[in-house]
């Protein structure tokens, strides 16, 4: 038997060795029941010059491993939140992802 425990462990291992989230430096907090949390640390290279803002792409990162509401064969949609520290609401989106099963 699987402890779902071993499951996140994997979960978490498998997207922090994602190059693409090593270098944006994404960790996952918390992952469960088809929720995770992750952090971005922003960086000035992570910022837009003009505005100082974060750039979009390293915010959709996150909404890519959002909230999952559906899970089909080949076809997963989520949607996430992602909000600052103090729980200000910086993006709200949803996405579709092609589901790679062994």
Request: aromatic content about 2%; some cysteine; overall charge neutral.
């Amino acid at each position: 038997m699987v402890r779902s425990q071993d499951v996140t462990e994997s979960i978490c291992a498998f997207w922090e060795s994602i190059p693409l989230s090593r270098h944006l430096g994404i960790r996952v907090e918390e992952m469960t029941d088809g929720r995770s949390r992750l952090r971005l640390s922003v960086r000035p290279e992570l910022c837009n010059p003009a505005s100082s803002s974060v750039h979009g792409g390293a915010l959709s990162s996150l909404v890519a491993e959002g909230h999952v509401l559906r899970l089909g064969r080949t076809l997963a949609v989520v949607e996430a939140d992602v909000r600052t520290d103090g729980g200000e609401l910086v993006v709200e989106g949803r996405g579709t992802s092609k589901v790679w099963r062994s």
